[in-house]
């Protein structure tokens, strides 16, 4: 069994900041991309930023240049800072895995349960 736990979602102003952390823990052998989704309301879950596990990134072009994906091998760990926030930005943020149990296994998608980001003044 894999968990992934999220944390750092807020309330917070416009040109604010915040850093979302999901750590993953369990039965892990290895994991490969990692990545953060969001959900706005009333709209359907988009990509926001994915790392390999060579470190490339890669972002939606909202939020580029404000948004940076790092990640932690050794705490299974992935971050998301977020520097000059939009009301557009408010969603329900995910973070997603995809990890091997066993080194017979395939990657499996895992997912957080979310975190809410609004930003509101």
């Known amino acids: 069994q894999v968990q992934l736990v999220e944390s750092g979602g807020a309330l917070v102003q416009p040109g604010g900041s915040l850093r979302l952390s999901c750590a993953a823990s369990?039965?892990?052998?290895?994991?490969?991309?990692m990545g953060w989704y969001r959900q706005p309301p009333g709209k359907e879950r988009e990509l926001v930023a994915t790392i390999t596990s060579g470190g490339t990134t890669d972002y939606r072009d909202s939020v580029k240049g404000r948004f940076t994906i790092s990640r932690d091998n050794a705490k299974n760990t992935v971050y998301l800072q977020m520097n000059s926030l939009r009301p557009e930005d408010t969603a329900v943020y995910y973070c997603?895995?995809?990890?091997?149990?066993?080194?017979?296994?395939?990657?499996?998608?895992?997912w957080g349960q979310g975190t809410q980001v609004t930003v509101s003044s």
């Open positions: 997603n895995m995809h990890i091997r149990t066993d080194y017979r296994d395939s990657y499996y998608n895992n």
């Open positions: 369990g039965s892990i052998f290895s994991i490969n991309a």
